[in-house]
């Protein structure tokens, strides 16, 4: 249950069992991005390689069966495994003896961790909630020992998927299914798009620009208002009703409180502000309203920019979907 509705999650799980170690990531999906994004986040964590990895056979790591036994692997892993420099191992059909410890650890951190407890805020407080208790599960394991002898870590495999695309008038980008704003001076412009399981990147002649969270359904967008500030300089009087504010939610209870009247000052104050984190940005507003106790209450703001907005736009209507219809 997340945010009060029930989730279909999936539950990547990777185990050693000469040390008895068990560790999973939480995901929305089970895409190959998925598939390997797991893998390069167990090595970066484990801080090592193994020599060999086991495989089920599932549709990431063989393409086809040839006769009985006779397998051909994904040529994506084949290139992965060839990078990281292990082996690849995968288990017979029908051989559960082959794949005992994994598939029990599956299940064993299934009602040891979600069994007590499966509700949560979002999605975010459920993979805090899994990192702490496998921490937990894992303190009696030999890991550390296991460590010792593990190969080298390589530089991070980059899995994104890198495409180019011109950046639309009202300064989004399009990412499978889903949009996602870049800064407006970029309105006509080529950019780069490296897409990967958990987030999307933006660079411009190989310089990096901004990067979301990736959205996960179809037809949503992801909107930094911090994109739009030169657009909002222009036509400030706009920003009351256009959806980059109402997409930021703490910024909108900030603005409906104590800049209604004053839609410029709200605008300078994020400009000479936007490289500052939330707290930061919190206490530079805080030192223009000056009204004695009648300040913005941290914890409060960030209870309200933790709710998950379901804005969704058809891909074709946009209107209003900068600021109140300014190019």
Known sequence: MI??????LSLAVLSSPCSNFRWAFLYKNQTSEVFFDSQVRFFEMIGGLYKEVV???MKNVVTRFIGKNEKDLNPNLLA???YYGFNINVTNCFSGNEKGHVEGSVKIIRKSVFAPKYEFDSFEQAEEYLEKELLKMNESSLIEEEKKNLLKLKPKYDLAKITTQKVDSYSFVQAEKN????PDYLVGKTVVIRNYAREIKIYVNDNFVCSHKKKDGSNEVSIDIKHYLTSLERKPGAIRNSLALKNTPFLKTIFDKYFIKEPKKFVEIIKNNKEKDTDELIDAFNEYIKFGEDTIPKDVVKEVN???LKTRIL????DDLLVGGVK
Not at 3 to 8: F, S, V, W, Y
Not at 315 to 318: A, D, E, F, G, Q
């Open 3 to 8: 945010n009060g509705e029930l989730k279909d």
């Open 55 to 57: 495989y089920d056979n």
């Open 80 to 82: 992965f495994a060839n």
């Open 179 to 182: 949009k996602y704003s870049v």
């Open 306 to 308: 933790n709710i998950e």
């Open 315 to 318: 891909i074709s209507s946009y």
